[in-house]
């Protein structure tokens, strides 16, 4: 997420507001204010060249909605406050949206026609009810939790989360929100008293049941926000698309929130339909385009909710611990059907969505960074690559340059960037060329991320606007067939 974040403009913002150091801290149970045990929750990654982002940061939705607002109306575009799906028709054509609409205690219905409609309402997704798409899967009773909102006191703001007591009988966590002493405090357990807690919904309520766990009285000073019982909805949509209405994040999937991939996975949801959708509508791409949305997600959010599902099975100091798998650096497409590898002929036989680090980067995985020059300014591969482009990156000096660059260059400029990556003694054909840029890979980076070590032959690796490689092309044929797999005219 925070790589998507970057190339959306907004990842500085998110860093400033959000926690970078994530503790468990856990308290004895003969002594409630002496900490047994402290750790990382999450496994330490050191950052490379090709994986700059390996310090995970956590975030209330609130700040991440408040930096994502502001980046809308840098670009000229406003959220419609107070107003609410209702309901719809959809042709061929188009789609007829009825809106609510609240303002100044007054409530009116709006119709509004739009080309396309995304849900993105939540696991109660009225735009998934009205499409009539099921939503299978199961509400596990057993991990029930009763959150609250709470100004917290006696405990170290700098730790993230603060635990007392066992999941097999009852247990209390208080987790850190990122603002001064305000924490979210959590209880479950078959010994909780979930009735009197909801019934009376008190200070006092709150203090006896969290002193029944933890031993201490002076935890909470005041109440914020009362959210009340939770239970883990593990489910997914048997559909993520409907002709022209999909379905993104929390109304396609639900799960417990063990290893932090909520709203990652659904960030990358909006990032994998977005540059399709903005194609499409633009006239660049047909819609054959957007049905690969699904393709590309389901199996990944299938994935997903497994490893979810595992993490929600296992003891209390295992449910938090979060290992390099759930980074989601190595989530891929390599079956889907608008990625193209010239170089393995059969395609992939198994889908591997969660891919293991280490492993050769193929087509239909995430694009590595690399440090470049550019005209003798310092850069990096992920700041060019763009939501708003496809980018060619081409490496070697043969005689298919030329060709490869005569099919580049047959697309706008504006929707793909050529990237002309240049070793130490190599010299391009097209060094001139001003439809295209020249990196210097100077230290090898971009060549040992992409596998391309010793390659001498002329290889194009397309990277698409969501920041996936969408094509390893050894040949003007390859690369001409991979955009015909997504633009109109290629």
Not at 12 to 23: E, I, M
Not at 124 to 150: A, N, Q, Y
Request: a negative charge; hydrophobic letters at 40%.
């Amino acid at each position: 997420s925070l790589e998507i974040e970057h190339f959306l403009g907004v990842a500085d913002d998110v860093k400033k507001a959000a926690a970078r150091s994530l503790v468990l801290q856990m308290y004895d149970p003969k002594d409630p204010y002496k900490i047994i045990k402290s750790s990382n929750i999450l496994e330490q990654v050191e950052p490379t060249p090709a994986f700059p982002e390996t310090v995970p940061a956590t975030l209330g939705q609130w700040k991440h909605q408040a930096i994502l607002r502001k980046a809308i109306e840098a670009l000229g575009c406003s959220v419609e406050l107070g107003t609410a799906f209702v309901s719809f028709q959809q042709d061929g054509e188009k789609v007829v949206t009825q809106l609510s609409k609240s303002a100044d205690g007054k409530t009116v219905t709006e119709e509004a026609e739009f080309a396309y409609v995304v849900g993105a309402d939540g696991g109660h997704s009225t735009v998934r009810k009205s499409l009539g798409v099921k939503f299978v899967g199961e509400t596990r009773e057993e991990g029930v939790m009763f959150v609250v909102d709470c100004v917290v006191e006696g405990i170290n703001g700098n730790s993230d989360l603060h635990a007392w007591g066992d999941t097999t009988s009852a247990f209390a966590a208080v987790r850190h929100t990122g603002t001064g002493q305000v924490f979210q405090v959590i209880l479950s357990g078959p010994d909780v008293d979930y009735a009197t807690l909801k019934n009376e919904r008190s200070l006092e309520a709150l203090q006896k049941a969290l002193n029944k766990v933890t031993g201490r009285n002076d935890l909470v000073k005041e109440i914020i926000n009362w959210q009340g019982e939770w239970r883990a909805n593990i489910r997914m949509a048997e559909k993520f698309q409907v002709d022209r209405v999909f379905l993104v994040g929390d109304a396609a999937h639900t799960h417990s929130p063990t290893g932090g991939q909520g709203m990652n996975s659904s960030i990358q949801d909006a990032f994998n339909l977005g540059w399709k959708l903005a194609l499409v509508v633009k006239g660049h791409a047909p819609p054959a385009l957007l049905p690969s949305y699904e393709i590309e997600r389901i199996p990944v959010i299938s994935a997903m909710l497994e490893i979810t599902t595992d993490l929600f099975n296992r003891t209390f100091g295992q449910i938090w611990f979060r290992g390099r798998k759930l980074y989601q650096l190595d989530v891929n497409y390599r079956w889907s059907t608008i990625v193209l590898d010239e170089r393995f002929a059969g395609g992939e036989s198994t889908r591997v969505a969660y891919g293991e680090p280490g492993q050769d980067v193929r087509a239909g995985d995430r694009a590595p960074d690399a440090p470049v020059s550019v005209g003798g300014t310092d850069t990096r591969l992920f700041d060019i690559f763009s939501p708003a482009h496809h980018t060619v990156l081409l490496f070697g000096v043969s005689e298919k340059e030329a060709e490869m660059l005569g099919v580049a260059r047959t697309l706008p400029s504006d929707l793909v960037k050529i990237l002309l990556v240049s070793s130490p003694g190599e010299v391009h054909v097209a060094a001139n060329d001003v439809s295209s840029i020249v990196v210097e890979d100077k230290d090898g980076h971009g060549r040992r991320g992409y596998g391309l070590e010793g390659q001498a032959d002329s290889v194009a690796v397309v990277v698409r606007p969501d920041g996936m490689i969408g094509a390893f092309a050894t040949s003007a044929k390859g690369l001409e067939r991979y955009f015909s797999l997504v633009f109109t005219h290629a």
